[in-house]
């Protein structure tokens, strides 16, 4: 997928691919560029190619094909050491012979900056991720999250201008994971660091992100502002991958400008939006998200209603999700807030349910 402004670019890749054996491309003709001060977050499975770009990003592979620029300048030939990028791993990779004040002077001593000037640094860089008093604690005697701060602060204390992340919160609890979600956005955006951010959580993804790149087999499978991703999917991977989602298999029966109609495998027959699909007689797997489906609809008109049966109905705090039949699908799930006059369903109870054609989204059928 092309991606406009590599010119204005301050990080580029162009035509870019990777194999490993000469044969099976795990990078496929990537081209996508970023300005400077963004943060962009790059998301897939495993397997999908989102670390091998890193990885050819900071130097620690190498393109078969194409060329990686770094404002403006082709940086394939040049060392990782030499490309000024700060790093940030999943396992920290701190040393832990040194303290965190040495930890955090070893890449400027690296860079030959003086003593004073090291110290300066080095303080300014804790500061910044409030570990100010920690400097003379050895990376044991910290806790995990301490531990990715000070990570943190040594991709940052050379000040560089592009920054990589690598699953940095993947060892985390899930509420720390969440704290450290927003103080990394918000510092790379106070810092006006360019971020280039690997995860599979899609949350992460979403919650950090100026712009998600989403990788399936090696390529960019749609590139977006997060809640374009979300609410805009362009094929049937992206909308299942970000977000739950509700699919529901048929064939293009008419198109007409913004509309389509399609007969689903029940024989029921219902409009959507026509995003990935092109002609009458395509297969289609219509997409709706799960708090776009209303109980007992008063959408109006132009609401499509089925018929459904209750399998299961949870309670989360926050909403009651339901487990639906509908169609064929008995993976079908409604979301809805929970409120006091919020009906407890049944399993096995029979309901009508209803969304606008505009939230339904007809998208390829693999």
């Known amino acids: 997928m092309p991606d406009t402004g590599v010119n204005d670019a301050f990080v580029a890749f162009e035509r870019v691919q990777k194999s490993y054996d000469g044969e099976t491309l795990v990078v496929k003709d990537l081209n996508l560029s970023l300005p400077k001060g963004e943060f962009l977050t790059m998301l897939g499975p495993s397997g999908s ?146 971020t280039v951010y690997v995860t599979h959580d899609q949350t992460e993804a979403l919650t950090m992100s100026d712009r998600v790149a989403v990788f399936n087999d090696g390529r960019i499978q749609q590139l977006a502002p997060p809640d374009e991703l979300y609410e805009a999917p362009q094929n049937s991977f992206v909308a299942q991958f970000i977000g739950e989602n ?14 389509c109609t399609v007969q689903l495998d029940g024989g029921e027959m219902i409009d ?46 926050d909403i009651f999700r339901t487990r639906l039949s509908v169609a064929g699908n008995d993976e079908f799930v409604i979301k809805t807030r929970n409120r006091p006059d919020q009906r407890r369903l049944r399993p096995g109870e029979e309901i009508t349910i209803g969304w606008l054609p505009e939230d339904c989204r007809a998208l390829d059928a693999d």
């Open 49 to 194: 190619g989102k670390t091998t770009c890193l990885m050819m990003l900071a130097g620690f592979e190498t393109a078969t094909h194409g060329e990686i620029k770094l404002d403006g300048v082709s940086i394939n030939n040049i060392p990782p050491h030499k490309r000024g990028i700060g790093m940030v791993f999943q396992n920290y990779a701190l040393f832990p012979h040194m303290t965190v004040a040495e930890n955090l002077s070893f890449p400027l001593e690296v860079r030959k900056i003086g003593k004073s000037e090291r110290e300066q640094k080095v303080k300014r860089a804790l500061d910044m991720v409030e570990m100010g008093a920690f400097g003379g604690r050895r990376p044991a005697q910290l806790s995990g999250g301490q531990q990715q701060r000070i990570a943190l602060a040594r991709a940052l204390v050379f000040e560089p201008e592009l920054v990589l992340m690598d699953e940095p919160l993947g060892a985390l609890d899930k509420q720390l994971r969440e704290k450290m979600q927003f103080e990394i956005t918000s510092l790379a955006h106070q810092l006006g660091i360019t």
């Open 246 to 259: 509700n699919t529901l298999e048929g064939v293009v029966k008419e198109i007409s400008g913004d509309r």
């Open 272 to 317: 959507a939006r026509p995003v990935n699909v092109s002609k009458v007689g395509d297969r289609t797997r219509v997409s709706i998200r799960p708090e776009r489906v209303e109980l007992d609809p008063q959408l109006g008109d132009e609401s499509h209603t089925l018929k459904a049966t209750v399998k299961e109905f949870i309670y989360m705090g």
